[in-house]
């Protein structure tokens, strides 16, 4: 892509060194921010509403779950693309029933698969 895309993406991670990962990769293509805690997460979803959401499962405070289900009921992000990511392959099934557009277990996929997944979905 020659042209950095308009398109908004919030990366919910707790894990620093991942996240900054997925921000390096992302920001040459989407406009991103960062939140490390589930309930920062759901200020900045509201407030500036992306057009997808990279949420972690375990995070502190709200679980990726409880962010994934308050953002699925909130009339403003109802619709907005959440892709999961995990590190336990269980736990799939159960967050796309709640809304999950996809559910990538992390020692699965490389970040380039991340940006892959993101891009079919904007």
């Known amino acids: 892509m020659d042209k950095k895309s308009e398109k908004k ?3 919910i991670e707790d894990d620093q060194s991942l996240a900054s990962a997925y921000r390096l990769k992302l920001s040459p293509v989407f406009n991103t921010q960062g939140a490390v805690t ?3 997460g759901l200020k900045i979803a509201f ?12 995070l502190p405070g709200k679980s990726g779950q409880e962010v994934l289900t308050e953002l699925k009921k909130h009339a ?8 999961v990511l995990t590190n336990l392959e269980g736990h799939c099934d159960q967050m796309k029933k709640i809304g999950a ?19 079919s979905f904007l």
């Open 9 to 11: 993406v919030l990366i």
């Open 38 to 40: 589930g309930d920062e």
């Open 47 to 58: 407030d500036w509403l992306p057009d997808l959401i990279l949420l972690d499962l375990f």
């Open 76 to 83: 403003k992000t109802k619709k907005t693309p959440v892709i």
């Open 101 to 119: 557009a996809d559910c990538l277990i992390k020692t699965e996929i490389s970040i380039e698969d991340v940006l892959k997944k993101i891009t």
